[in-house]
């Protein structure tokens, strides 16, 4: 069992900035990597941003230069800088985890980016 706590949402200004933050839990937690995904209104969920155990990370084309995403790996944290946020940022931000392999989702926090 694996839990994901997830907090930072809220509604900013275009250009404005906004962290995200993302605990995981559980008992013999093994994590290949930690991240966020996104879901726009009436979008697919994306991937926006993956940082893995050994350091390497994956960003979505859309939040490169833009969003940066870094990891407590003693507490099983992981952290998503959002700066220079447009509007079409605004969507429910999951936080992700792979334990083992199978991924892992959190609740999910609001992001509203005003024009």
């Known amino acids: 069992q694996v839990q994901l706590v997830e907090s930072g949402g809220g509604l900013v200004q275009a250009g404005g900035s906004l962290r995200l933050s993302c605990a995981a839990s559980?008992?013999?937690?093994?994590?290949?990597?930690m991240g966020w995904s996104r879901q726009g209104p009436g979008k697919e969920r994306e991937l926006v941003a993956l940082?893995?155990?050994?350091?390497?990370?994956n960003y979505a084309d859309s939040v490169k230069g833009r969003f940066t995403i870094s990891r407590d790996n003693a507490k099983n944290t992981v952290f998503l800088q959002m700066n220079s946020l447009k509007p079409e940022d605004t969507a429910v931000y999951y936080c992700?985890?792979?334990?083992?392999?199978?991924?892992?989702w959190g609740q999910g926090t609001q992001v509203t980016v005003s024009s």
């Open positions: 940082f893995f155990t050994g350091g390497s990370t």
């Open positions: 992700e985890a792979i334990v083992a392999g199978r991924p892992y």
């Open positions: 559980g008992s013999s937690l093994r994590l290949n990597a």
